[in-house]
Structures are given as structure tokens and as C-alpha cells.
């Protein structure tokens, strides 16, 4: 028996011992020292590594027990709206891709948090490319890089830079991304924690959709996102 460890429901009241509680515990305590260890070597990775800020050491600790994908690996299809999502979408036309070269070369770069802030703090200059990179980015890839989680802050960031940058002839591909977010890790706590001025951004942004694209999946995002209808 470990120091310091609660015996709470391991020896039971007849003094013998419940050893499902006692297998729990350990199980419990082989994976949070297996953790420990993972992310103690992710931690001396980043230091060799010279990763440029502390969040960038932070991401890397935070996303050291995911395992990349393997060839045959898909990740869940969207199957949840009634009407069909082209969740592989990018909108549009090719002049505006052409004008848009910086940001494309760099959404194709990008596999993993990591890259993705690199590209989202420091290589776009202003909201503007930022949402260029982020509408460039196929709806997998974000479900992949956000998989594990979304940063606290960074979502409020998502729907402000996507409303006051929309534009209607890439509606679905918004739609589609807001969609993908809700498929990420912690969505509800990020979520629950958006400021006022961003919630009232993605109002603005979910009715700048329901002009522009489908009503009924439009609905059922101000469901998920808990907007008033």
C-alpha cells in the first residue's frame, strides 16, 4: 500500500479487501506515472529543440501523448446535420487563391498545434490573413490539429477573425469549420469561456450565415453554440 494514499473503499467494512477499488487505483497510478514520464521527455525535447516561445513549449508538452496518424487511420466522418457537410471544402475563386499564394503554401505545412500557431501568430501579419490561412485549411486537418483540444482564448480568436473578415461566397466553408470546432476537444469549455464582444461576434456571424447559406444547418449550429434564436 502506497504512502499517502486513501484507503477510502479499498478495505471494506468487514476488513476484507475490494480488489476491483485496489486495481483501479493502480491502474490509475501506472498511467498518471506513465504520463509524468511522457511529458517530462516531450518537456527536455522542446528544451533541445530551442522551441522559440513558452507556448510553443507548452503546446508540445500538452499534445506529447497523442500519436500521430497512422496510413490507414480516418478520422469520423460528419454525420450529424441532416443535409451533407463538405467538410474538404475551400472556397473561392482562383484569382483570390492566387492572392492568397503566402497563406496557402502555408496551410499545406501544417499537420500538428505547433505549426499551426507558428503560422497563426507570427506568419500572418493581420486578421485578414488569418482568416485567408484559416478558410485555406481543410476541415480534417483542423479536426486533426485540434483534436486533443482547443487552446483557452484561441476559438473566441476563430469567430471574431471569421466574422469580421466574412465574406458570403465562402459560407460553407465557414459553416463547415465552426462545425469542425464543435468536434474538438474541450469545445464546451471554450465555449463557456468566450467574452461578450466574441459572442457577440459569432452572433453576428451565425445570422451573416443564415442569409447566406443552409437555414436548417445554420439552426442547429446556433443549438450547438447556444445562441438564441
Known sequence: MWKGKSTHGIIRQDGEINFSKLEQQIDSAVEADKMYWVRNEAKIRAVNNKVASYEEFED???????????????????????????????????????????????????????????VWKRQCKNS?????????????????????????????????????????????????????????????????????KEKECLSKLLGSLSDDWNSENVLQLKEIYKIET
Open 128 to 196: 485578414s490573413d488569418q482568416f485567408n490561412f484559416l478558410t485555406e485549411l481543410d476541415c480534417s486537418k483542423i479536426h486533426q490539429i485540434f483534436q486533443a483540444e482547443i487552446a483557452m482564448g484561441l476559438l473566441g480568436e476563430f469567430v471574431s477573425v471569421l466574422q469580421n473578415h466574412y465574406q458570403a461566397e465562402k459560407s460553407e466553408t465557414v459553416a463547415n469549420i465552426l462545425y469542425t470546432f464543435t468536434r474538438c476537444g474541450r469545445f464546451d469549455l471554450s465555449l463557456m469561456f468566450l467574452s461578450q
Open 60 to 118: 508540445i508538452v500538452k499534445a506529447s501523448h497523442l500519436k500521430p496518424l497512422e496510413k490507414g487511420d480516418r478520422i469520423s466522418d460528419i454525420k450529424v446535420f441532416k443535409q451533407p457537410w463538405n467538410i474538404n471544402s475551400r472556397s473561392g475563386s482562383s484569382s483570390q487563391k492566387s492572392s492568397n499564394k503566402s497563406t496557402e503554401i502555408a496551410s499545406s505545412s501544417v499537420d500538428n498545434v505547433n505549426q499551426f500557431n507558428r
